[in-house]
């Protein structure tokens, strides 16, 4: 496969992120298509499409907004308002699609927020970034603000009627309002935690009233969708997985960076664009969806990167962020890093998570310091049993999927740690080097 630059085809342009420049690569043009539109058709045009959700779960953007009671003159609606939430608190390791995004083009961002909020018929909408990226803030701030100016948000949008205010909302820097439910309740002004389900956000979300919750790249997808129409998309991609997506990589690769291509290339396609593994090493495994997904080892570099080939081969695309790691790479420490960044960002609600985590960072940290035994790694696979499926929110699982994944494919090197008495990638211990140990 080739690489489909559509939402990134822009982004080394002077000033791309500038109305003007926006406006001059016909900016808006889908936004005018869609108003004269009726809001269903819209709907019915992304669900034809078949896009898939681009911030991990991949359910289909189309059916999601479809679950909005909607007012027609067969359907009375439920008399609420009804809101438009982008999740931009992009924070999973080893992603970051959604930041160069807004800050290359962010009016590629509000037109879809506007064509969203019109097929929903949301009046308010709201896009909530990660605190910390104050450039990425500013910029978007300045988006919003243009769009304003030039009448594409407010009251009367085009002249259409359509009234919609945009909202850009600062979070305060926790991962775990990635959860669209935390994010919504920190939207509203309270600690963000996940929330029990049902009730669904499509029934009640944000403020109690009917809301949808989309990726960044899910939303900014929707003009050119729009503009070029359901086949298009779909002549892109797979057949359940169609359309183009933004993969990052990062790591031990020659050139890290974003890379659009259709769904369904592969690792070992993406690494020839990126000039392979650094120099001199060879790839011992890589996250197909940041670190939150099971790991893939070199046996997985010709597995498609769609939903349903990763889920094959054991795995989840989640966010498409790919960390390359290479034979220096010590499994046990990079676990451990891992499952101390979940630790730090469990917000506590439920026990499973609170107590796991602490845990499963206990017994790792004893494994990378060579003082481990056989029974700690039964008893991380124990404690990750009591936390998949069981927590209130996907961070528990999200946690363990590491932990397992390293196990089922690095365990020796794990019993290297404790029968060694240290990890053996110390460059200080003779044990790597003399090949008693080979990962």
């Not at 009367?156 to 439910?181: K, M, Q, W």
């Not at 963000?192 to 960044?216: E, S």
């Not at 933004?246 to 690792?267: K, N």
């Not at 994944?405 to 110390?426: I, M, Q, T, W």
């Amino acid at each position: 496969m080739t690489l489909a630059p559509v939402l990134s085809r822009y982004w080394d342009q002077p000033n791309s992120w500038t109305l003007d420049s926006y406006l001059r690569r016909d900016g808006y043009q889908a936004l005018r298509k869609a108003l004269a539109t009726p809001p269903d058709a819209v709907i019915e045009t992304v669900k034809d499409a078949g896009l898939r959700g681009r911030g991990g779960a991949g359910f289909p953007t189309g059916l999601k907004w479809s679950f909005i009671p909607q007012v027609s003159e067969d359907k009375p609606g439920d008399g609420k308002p009804h809101y438009l939430v982008v999740n931009a608190d992009e924070s999973e390791p080893g992603t970051c699609k959604d930041m160069p995004l807004m800050m290359a083009t962010p009016h590629t961002l509000v037109e879809g927020v506007i064509i969203a909020a019109y097929a929903i018929r949301a009046a308010k909408a709201f896009i909530y970034v990660r605190g910390e990226v104050v450039p990425v803030l500013r910029r978007l701030q300045t988006a919003v603000a243009e769009a304003y100016a030039a009448g594409y948000l407010g009251r009367n949008v085009l002249g259409s009627g359509f009234d919609l205010d945009l909202v850009v909302h600062a979070g305060a820097g926790a991962y775990i309002c990635g959860e669209e439910t935390a994010l919504l309740d920190s939207l509203e002004g309270r600690r963000g935690q996940p929330r029990l389900r049902p009730p669904f956000p499509a029934v009640a979300g944000l403020y109690a009233c009917p809301t949808v919750v989309n990726n960044v790249e899910s939303i900014a997808s929707v003009p050119s969708i729009v503009l070029g129409g359901p086949e298009w998309f779909r002549s892109m991609g797979s057949e359940k997985s169609p359309g183009f997506t933004l993969y990052s990589l990062s790591g031990h690769v020659t050139t890290p960076g974003q890379y659009e291509a259709e769904l369904g290339i592969t690792l070992r396609e993406l690494l020839e664009y990126a000039g392979g593994v650094r120099a001199g090493h060879t790839l011992k495994f890589w996250t197909p969806g940041g670190s939150s997904t099971p790991i893939f080892t070199d046996e997985h570099l010709d597995v498609p990167l769609d939903y349903e080939g990763v889920g094959a081969a054991g795995s989840m695309l989640g966010t498409k962020a790919l960390q390359i790691f290479d034979e220096t790479t010590c499994i046990v420490r990079a676990v451990l890093r891992w499952t101390e960044f979940y630790a730090h960002e469990s917000c506590g609600k439920c026990t499973p998570c609170r107590e796991g985590t602490y845990w499963l960072v206990q017994i790792l940290r004893r494994l990378e310091g060579g003082t481990g035994t056989e029974a700690d790694l039964t008893k991380l696979l124990d404690i990750s049993d009591t936390i998949l499926g069981k927590s209130f929110c996907a961070l528990g699982d999200g946690a363990t999927s590491p932990i397992m994944s390293s196990l089922k494919y690095f365990r020796e090197e794990y019993v290297a740690h404790f029968d060694g008495n240290g990890c053996p990638f110390d460059p200080h211990r003779s044990v790597l080097a003399t090949g008693a140990f080979v990962s």
